[in-house]
Nanobody, 121 residues
Framework: QVQLLESGGGLAQAGGSLRLSCVAP????MGWFRQAPGKEREFVAA?????????NYADSVQGRFTISRDNAKNAVYLQMNSLTPEDTAVYYC?????????????????WGQGTQVTVSS
């Protein structure tokens, strides 16, 4: 059973920044999805675990968010800059054993409990 432990959510002002962290055992693909009230869960970013990891970003966060990982700590991070109220959502850390940064919900069997991110205008 893979357990993912997220931290770093909270409240930010528009234009501000937050950094999410997630710890999970094993060297697998890790990533983030989010779900806003009344909306479907959507992909945010993912990163593979090879020594030269590949990344994948949703168009809506490209250039504003950066995903990174520290394999020694089994951790993945999401640096979120230039936040807007549209980024308000519960953010979920995910992982999969296949080493490819898929953007599909169905490809991730392991999910954290989620951390709330709220951006005020």
């Amino acid at each position: 059973q893979v357990q993912l432990l997220e931290s770093g959510g909270g409240l930010a002002q528009a234009g501000g920044s937050l950094r999410l962290s997630c710890v999970a055992p094993g060297r697998t693909t890790m990533g983030w999805f989010r779900q806003a009230p009344g909306k479907e869960r959507e992909f945010v970013a993912a990163i593979s675990s090879w020594s030269a990891p590949r990344t994948n970003y949703a168009d809506s966060v490209q250039g504003r968010f950066t995903i990174s990982r520290d394999n020694a700590k089994n951790a993945v991070y999401l640096q979120m800059n230039s936040l807007t109220p549209e980024d308000t959502a519960v953010y979920y850390c995910v992982s999969r054993t296949q080493d490819y940064p898929s953007g599909q919900v169905r490809d991730y069997p392991y999910w954290g409990q989620g951390t709330q991110v709220t951006v005020s205008s």
